[in-house]
């Protein structure tokens, strides 16, 4: 019996390590054993860089209550990193105590920006590589309590936050870097002459909105109650951009979603103002994460972001100032 | 008559819509995509990992079930098929109640050894191993039993033992069996998306499955269509090369 499961095995693990050959620089999952339980397995969670796979190790602390948190609260500056009002990287000699993997947890409706800002960082940190996993913020926080591992989270609302701070997640106070407004999005333009929230609710208007935990979900919970409007969604989403691309798709008439994204589409949708979303503005916070297997490089990311450099591509992007 | 052909039609016309929706000219672009080449390694490479250890504990589970009676074997045969019934994201909270840093088992293994198996690469290959082993065991068990005990009586009686029944008989009966059943195990883990979405996450390169790369890439706002379609493309194209390779004996090919 073990024998023959021996003979498979070994035919199937040269099958996956000749397909392991063909590979570039990617993860590394140990192949070789395919049913090891060793933490070598366990903590494959490595970026397919280059990096050495020192970053991967899982962080040995005995468990994640008593981790040490040799961070600042992220509104200081650390003094290994250069001050972030700087905007440059002339002004200190920053990078060259920085390495490793940043893990940044960020909200969907974050993704063009962060992706610049990422670069950015990249560019004045080269021994560092950013992964940055974007979902619905609500997502995010609930693989976060379950001990997924990250550096760095911004959340699109205080909300989801708060639950990651009153989980024991988040060091420090987290920093409210950014804010942004709802804006309904239609087909370019705009068919089915939507003006405001209520000819949402009328008849043959197929709406999308996020779902009530995502951020923009409970902002437009908020703008809809204030407008007195009832809505009656076609569907509601676990992050804004898939209710952007179900308008973008034509598979529904119009959905709220954020002036960034509508900006952000390309012209794929257009956007309609409503006097409500003044009621619903969302912040976003931004905070290092108390179990960051890398703190000084998140602390410095978190610099960027609320930084100078950051702030103007928020700005460029159509985010009101925090 | 009106039945059926609607039948085919419902069975087929979406892949016709997703061949007239592909934009053949970027095709090759966007399937050489950062994007696309890492999910695709990644899925590949969890695929055969989840394929191996299906066969490592599949195969001794459908020669148990299919070669001993009793009541034990009766529900035993039940609890593997559970998996099978059961909604995949279901599996995946049950997987991360087991094995995330506060599940049942996981949260000593991270106490102990520092191991964190939720949201990692060894997390997709359990989500995939969880949905796809079934799938396995209920295939060779079939098999097993409908080939009957003859053959491995007989090589009893002319003196082989335990192993060199197996290995002479049984396996050699069963290759069919196992190769076909292997090759839809594959693409069973291959096509896995519930339990992965809510045990490993959606991170790139460490547990962003094809399937979860095109979720992803479709609702990225309309950017990554093209790129979701093509991806789909290439695994309806997987589809069709696994069930050209398990296509049975008098087939119409």
Redesign the interface.
Same mark, same amino acid.
């Given at each position: 019996m073990i024998r023959t499961t021996r003979a498979f095995l070994a035919v199937l693990a040269a099958a996956a390590l000749g397909v392991a050959g063909c590979a570039g620089s990617s993860g590394n999952v140990a192949t070789s054993t395919p049913v090891a339980t060793s933490s070598s397995v366990g903590s494959a969670g490595a970026a397919p860089s280059t990096e050495s796979s020192s970053s991967s190790a899982p962080s040995s602390s005995g468990s994640s209550s008593t981790a040490p948190t040799s961070t600042a609260p992220s509104s200081t500056a650390p003094s290994s990193t250069a001050p972030s009002s700087s905007g440059s990287s002339s002004s200190a000699p920053s990078g060259g105590e920085l390495s490793g993997t940043v893990t940044v947890f960020a909200a969907a409706s974050l993704q063009k920006t962060f992706d610049d800002l990422t670069a950015t960082f990249e560019k004045e940190h080269p021994g560092v590589d950013v992964q940055v996993s974007y979902d619905g913020s609500s997502t995010l926080v609930t693989q976060l309590t379950q001990g997924a591992e990250a550096d760095v989270f911004a959340s699109a609302d205080q909300k989801n936050m708060t639950k990651a701070t009153d989980a024991g997640l988040v060091t420090g106070t987290p920093t409210i870097f950014a804010t942004n407004t709802l804006q309904i999005a239609v087909k370019p333009g705009n068919p089915k002459g939507i003006t405001d929230l209520a000819s949402l609710a009328k008849s043959g208007v197929a709406t999308v909105v996020c779902a009530p935990e995502v951020p923009c979900g409970s902002a437009a919970r908020t703008a809809l109650d204030a407008a007195g409007v009832t809505l009656d969604p076609a569907s509601e989403e676990q992050k804004v951009t898939d209710v952007l691309t179900k308008v973008a798709e034509g598979d529904a008439d119009a959905g709220l979603v954020y002036k960034t994204d509508v900006s952000g589409s390309g012209g794929k949708v257009e956007g309609i103002d409503f006097k409500e979303s003044a009621e619903a503005v969302n912040s976003y916070p931004i905070s290092v994460l108390k179990a960051a297997p890398n703190p000084s490089a998140a602390a410095a990311f978190v610099d960027v972001v609320t930084g100078a450099e950051g702030q103007k591509t928020l700005t460029a992007a159509g985010f009101g100032a925090p | 008559m009106v039945p059926a052909g609607l039948g085919i039609a419902l069975l087929l016309l979406p892949l016709v819509a997703l061949l007239a929706k592909a934009d053949w000219a970027q095709l090759p672009a966007a399937l050489g995509s950062r994007p696309v080449l890492?999910a695709l390694?990644?899925s @590949?490479?969890?695929g055969? &990992?989840a394929?191996?250890?299906c066969?490592?504990l599949g195969?001794?589970l459908a020669?148990l079930l299919a070669r001993r009676e009793g009541w034990w074997i009766r529900l035993l045969r039940t609890l593997v098929t559970v998996p099978l019934v059961l909604p995949p994201m279901v599996g995946g909270i049950a997987l991360?109640y087991l094995l995330?840093?506060?599940g049942l088992i996981?949260q000593y293994?991270?106490?102990w050894?520092?191991?964190?198996?939720?949201?990692?690469?060894?997390a997709v290959?359990l989500a995939e191993t969880f949905v796809a082993l079934p799938f396995l065991v209920l295939t060779l068990e079939g098999a097993l039993r409908s080939l009957g005990d003859r053959f491995e009586t007989v090589a009893a009686t002319l003196g082989a033992g335990?192993?060199t029944t @197996?290995?002479r008989v049984t &396996?050699p009966l069963l290759r069919p069996a196992l190769l076909s059943g292997t090759a839809l195990c594959f693409a069973r883990a291959l096509g896995e998306f519930g339990a992965t979405a809510l045990f490993a996450?959606?991170?790139?390169?460490?547990?962003r499955t094809m399937p979860l790369a095109i979720y992803t890439e479709?609702?990225?706002?309309?950017?990554g269509?093209d790129t979701a379609v093509a991806m789909s493309l290439l695994l309806v194209v997987v589809a069709l090369l696994i069930l050209f390779a398990v296509r049975p004996r008098r087939s119409v090919w």
């Open positions: - | 890492l390694w990644l @590949l490479r969890c055969l &990992l394929t191996a250890v066969l490592v195969i001794p020669l991360l995330s840093t506060q996981g293994l991270f106490e050894f520092g191991t964190r198996i939720a949201f990692s690469t060894l290959v335990r192993t @197996l290995f &396996l996450g959606n991170k790139e390169g460490v547990t479709f609702n990225g706002g309309g950017d269509t």
